[in-house]
């Protein structure tokens, strides 16, 4: 009776660690979205900064 009883409790705490390891896996990813989405915002603020200095370079070429 040993036997079965301790395979039970081996698959049972083999569930419980999984399902730890699922939530943290779960918000790792959540926080890497989170970084993901930041950083495209952020690259898109650049963008748009470099798009206008390369305007402004370009208005005062024209100048010239």
Not at 12 to 24: I, M, Q, S, Y
Not at 52 to 59: I, P
Request: hydrophobic fraction near 60%.
């Amino acid at each position: 009776m040993f036997w079965p009883m301790f395979a039970i409790a081996v698959g049972f705490l083999g569930l419980v660690v999984l399902g730890v390891l699922a939530v943290r896996v779960f918000l790792e990813a959540q926080r890497l979205g989170r970084q993901v989405a930041e950083s495209a915002q952020r690259l898109g603020r650049a963008a748009e900064d470099l798009e206008r200095a390369a305007v402004s370079t370009a208005r005062s070429v024209d100048t010239l």
